[in-house]
């Protein structure tokens, strides 16, 4: 299907069947703000939870912290936050549309046009820091002004020494993190996938100096096979090299992990070498020394650093579309979302057959049964089999179980699986643990 046709469908099933909403919509909305409903709520727990597990809780060399989104404004005084994350900002006088200037394609001649009506007439280019300021504290003036954090990474620098020190760890070694950051920018776009508020889930990985080059590879590799791992089409994702000019002035080198999304390939993840620029920056700031000590050989000296940088909303919008499919059964088109089973938001779905007979005491039976072992499951009794079906296949659900005459006779249930339709009779006692091996066996 055409590019913005499946974007636009996209944003009608999320809206549809709860997964996003715009922000304070019934005032009208705000620009690039958005909540997340029932199910997106679930799903966005899940990827959550899969890179924490992948990425700390299953590593012996990786810990977590949870920092204050609001820091003191010193960090990012130190980090270049303050001086440096700006875009250029132009405005048409024309139209009066506003946009980033660096991100307008120039004429033959080297000329920049209003991407909006064409107009020539633009305003002079100014630096536009992307920072949310407000104040800590009752007083509004310049010496109480504070930031909302732009990203999760320096709270993992400031906090390094404490860290390493109480968990005594010894290189190499992570220390991640998950949590909101707020950029205002000017330019969004896309539905989620550029917004003022997003999640990011990222890891600061110390090594020695001179083994810097060997762990950047080890993590380009490790990230790019996890979006394959959780049912992303290998065929749809790349590793793309930073062009020098475009590196960060942080950075040695730097690879994105990037999505074929209908508008083309764009970056899901950065792994980037960050060097020792900011424990040497935020000692110097500080006057804390942040250099590591090595027991064994007496050295002191800065680690350099390994940064593989995720996010939450763009790789569940890759999920999203990476999954979504229309196929034509019986004449009728179905549309399924086909979702990696530790990814879906619901597991299985608990369906009476009709609203009689006790069968709706016997699926909600069920559907403790899984709730009991930590499943998330749904029971629906609302419409025909065929309409609950649908839904759940456009909620990515995996498994259906239907409760149904046989049911109440011989203790059996339909299971119904979400991507071939296939069906089986099985016993519902033993429901939870065929769902328990189906689900392991996706993962």
């Not at 080890?218 to 590793?239: P, S």
């Not at 790789?315 to 990696?340: I, N, P």
């Not at 498994?399 to 249930?413: A, E, P, Q, R, S």
Request: charged share 30%; aromatic share 12%; with cysteine.
């Amino acid at each position: 299907m055409p590019d913005d046709d499946l974007m636009q469908k996209i944003v009608s099933l999320c809206k549809r069947r709860g997964f996003v909403f715009q922000s304070s919509e019934i005032y009208g909305g705000l620009r690039s703000l958005y909540d997340y409903g029932p199910l997106g709520a679930e799903m966005k727990r899940n990827i959550r939870n899969l890179w924490w597990r992948d990425m700390v809780s299953r590593r012996s060399d990786v810990v977590g912290i949870d920092a204050s989104i609001i820091m003191s404004p010193r960090v990012w005084e130190t980090s270049g936050h303050v001086e440096k994350f700006a875009d250029p900002l132009a405005d048409c006088r024309k139209c009066q549309a506003r946009f980033r200037l660096d991100l307008v394609p120039k004429d033959g001649d080297g000329t920049v046009k209003c991407p909006e009506c064409g107009s020539g007439d633009l305003s002079e280019a100014r630096q536009f820091n992307l920072m949310f300021r407000t104040n800590l504290g009752p007083v509004e003036d310049s010496a109480h002004t504070v930031y909302l954090r732009p990203e999760t990474a320096q709270a993992m620098f400031v906090d390094y020494a404490n860290v390493q020190q109480t968990y005594r760890l010894k290189l190499p070694f992570g220390i991640a993190q998950q949590g909101r950051s707020f950029r205002n920018e000017i330019v969004v776009e896309h539905f989620i996938y550029r917004s003022c508020e997003f999640e990011q889930m990222e890891m600061e990985y110390f090594v020695r100096p001179g083994e810097d080059e060997r762990w950047h590879e080890y993590w380009k590799d490790f990230r790019l096979d996890w979006y394959g791992r959780y049912g992303i089409r290998k065929d749809n994702l790349r590793l793309r090299a930073h062009r020098q000019e475009e590196m960060a002035h942080y950075a040695k080198a730097c690879s994105d992990v990037e999505y074929r999304f209908p508008w083309g390939f764009a970056e899901l993840e950065g792994i980037a070498n960050r060097t020792d620029y900011d424990l040497k920056a935020h000692a110097e700031s500080s006057g804390r020394d942040l250099r590591y000590f090595d027991q064994e050989t007496g050295e002191r000296f800065f680690p350099y650093v390994i940064e593989p940088a995720a996010g939450v909303d763009r790789t569940f919008l890759a999920m999203l579309v990476d999954s979504y499919c229309e196929e034509e059964v019986k004449g009728e088109k179905r549309v399924v979302l086909k979702l990696h089973p530790e990814i879906a938001p619901i597991k299985v779905a608990v369906l009476p057959l009709v609203r009689k007979e006790g069968m709706p005491a016997k699926a909600e039976e069920v559907v403790k049964m899984f709730w009991a072992e930590g499943i998330n499951a749904f029971y629906d009794e609302k419409q025909s089999i065929g309409r609950r079906y649908r839904r759940q296949d456009e909620a990515g659900t995996p498994f259906c179980l239907t409760v149904d005459g046989d049911t109440m006779k011989d203790g059996t249930v339909t299971i119904r699986f979400r991507d071939d339709m296939r069906q089986e009779r099985i016993a519902s006692e033993a429901s939870v643990e065929v769902v328990k091996k189906a689900l392991a066996a996706g993962a």
